[in-house]
């Protein structure tokens, strides 16, 4: 079954400091992988995606992910944060004819 | 700018009343969903539709129904058979396969 998997519910992180969100995905298949970021009260906003070919994906804000397929990851990254990053992060699984499976979120608290 | 439109932002009602959730779309999306969230259980799937006067159920659909009798339109009626309503509601929409989830802002609905 396909699942996705973000082990941490919460990180906290001083600005400027670097950063990693893990996900781990389950499915069968070439995965459509996508991180999201929601800020309280707010929908979704797409930040990556990864579809094919580099394994390195750029993305808005300044974040990059990369697609590891032998460890089923797609973790996000960021060198630099800033307070403005704090939010919620989802990781979501592209599964089929629009179907999507979406991780549980990792909430960013950073400090000052 | 194409985006999605959520209405209310709030919506407070009494147990027992029906209540509809407004969503629009004008990105030309054949693909449209509603998830509800939340907190910590990240996004679950209640109805999709991949295209017009047609839509499938999500993984909690009970007490939740919907219709899609315009592209542009797809909203989603909260019936008094659903048990837990107080949630915070998103409404996405995609086009080609496989293509992000573009979200609205959400409707957070207060039941009592």
């Known amino acids: 079954a396909q699942s996705v998997t973000q082990p941490d519910i919460h990180i906290t992180v001083s600005e400027g400091a670097s950063l990693e969100l893990r996900c781990n995905y389950s499915?069968?298949?070439?995965?459509?992988l996508f991180w999201y970021v929601q800020s309280p009260g707010q929908g979704l906003q797409l930040l990556l995606k990864?579809?094919?070919?580099?394994?390195l994906v750029q993305g808005i804000k300044g974040f990059e992910a990369e697609f590891k397929r032998s460890q089923s990851s797609f973790n996000l990254r960021k060198p630099s944060v800033h307070w403005s990053d704090a939010a919620e992060y989802f990781c979501?699984?592209?599964?089929?004819?629009?179907?999507?499976?979406f991780g549980s979120g990792t909430k960013l608290n950073v400090k000052p | 700018d194409g985006g999605i439109t959520q209405s209310p932002k709030y919506l407070f009602r009494k147990e027992g009343q029906n209540v509809t959730l407004s969503c629009e779309q004008n990105?030309?999306?054949?693909?449209m969903y509603w998830y509800r969230q939340d907190p910590g259980q990240g996004l679950r799937l209640i109805y999709y539709?991949?295209?017009?006067?047609?839509?499938q159920k999500g993984d909690i659909a009970e007490g939740y129904s919907v219709s899609r009798e315009k592209k542009e339109s797809f909203p989603l009626t909260v019936t008094s058979a659903q048990k837990n309503p107080t949630a915070f509601y998103l409404c996405?929409?995609?086009?080609?396969?496989?293509?992000?989830?573009?979200f609205g802002n959400g409707t957070r609905l207060t039941v009592t």
């Open positions: 990105l030309n999306h054949d693909a």
């Open positions: 539709s991949q295209i017009v006067n047609d839509f």
């Open positions: 499915y069968g298949a070439t995965p459509y």
């Open positions: 990864y579809f094919s070919g580099d394994t």
């Open positions: 979501a699984v592209g599964a089929g004819f629009n179907k999507f499976y």
């Open positions: 996405a929409s995609s086009g080609n396969r496989n293509s992000p989830l573009h």
